[in-house]
């Protein structure tokens, strides 16, 4: 058995993980990540591509931000549209909201994929212990003041020993199961989403929300030259059912608008993603005082619309980075003890708000959803209350809220 000690042991070497070691080392707090994936696949990851500002911030603040604002996008909001059921082709409505006007707050367009190679490349210039492709890993001892990980590397059994352990590991990695009788909470969507990258300049300078009868359709970005799409789709859709042809008449359809044209190039990429919204608690475990933390996907998923999940873990890593260097450098275990708690609040108001935008956009089928969704629209298009509200949520509430 190969022994390893450090302050934080980070289970999961995604963005979360790897911004959490990063926050800790400009604090002097040591520590190891272990990851079950290799540097390769979890780098090329595809996820959503909108950074609150308050995400933008921080990473700029710990010295992160370089390539962002070089190569990220601000925008000022998101178009709104819909078309009504009956309404011809064409004759929908389309609605600028302005956050920065409603708010003063932006959002960037700057994929995960890249802020997950540029805590990579921070980590290797600092010479972040990072342990790639481990297997069985394993979580021991968190009610004592010495939890520990296990693992295997290369057929050869590991234990890292740590004062506490970091659960940064997603819902399908060992720290969400290692926390005893957790209270979840959890909703299902009847649909999904049909996700396609294509080599094409953006159609549209802000991204556009666009409800329809046939379904909700999404056109966001990746850069000036590379465009990213979303079609609802029901559970279960096969990509053998959706070739080029019909994936571009069904975005055609949905973003209709008269005197505006939907430019296609080649996919270069196509899946589905299902839609789920779940929440456990506590965060700490065992609950009070207890070793392990959870940030992350670890704790919540939430469905991809208003593009909540990587902010909210930045979110959780902000706050927990704060209450573990006030723990293991000052003795201060306040901040510590109020995580959970604090980082649930927010769990909650980001859960909300991507339920609400998901129920909002996306067709059910249903008449009496149909009416209530379209009121909402226009309620949300036409009244300031309305439009900050959606803006605050969107644009992102600040760190520690
Ligand atoms: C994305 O660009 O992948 C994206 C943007 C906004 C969302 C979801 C996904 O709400």
Redesign the pocket.
Known sequence: MHEERTRVAIVGAGPAGMLLAHLLDREGVESVVVETRSEEYVASR?????LEQSTVDLLREVGLGDRLVREGEEHRGIHLQWTAPGQPAGHGERHHLDFVELTGRAVW?Y?QTEVQKDLVVAARARGQAVHYEVDDTALHDLDTDSPSVTFTKDGEQHRLRADVVAGCDGSFGPSRSAVPEPRAWERTYPYSWL?ILADVAPSTDE?I?AWHPEGFA?H???SHTVS?F?LQVPNDTSLDDWPDDRIWEGLARRFALDGWTLETGPITDRSVLPMRSFVQAPMRSPEGQGRLFLAGDAAHIVP????KGLNLAVADVALLARALVAWLREGDVSLADAYADTAVRRVWRCTHFSWW?TTMLHATGDPFDEQLQLSQLRWVTSSEAGATGLAENYAGLPIGF
Not at 46 to 50: F, K, L, Y
Not at 304 to 307: L, V
């Open positions: 595809i996820r959503a591509g909108i367009v994929g996700g991204l929300y999404l966001s970005m990746r990213r979303y991809p619309t208003g593009a935008m």
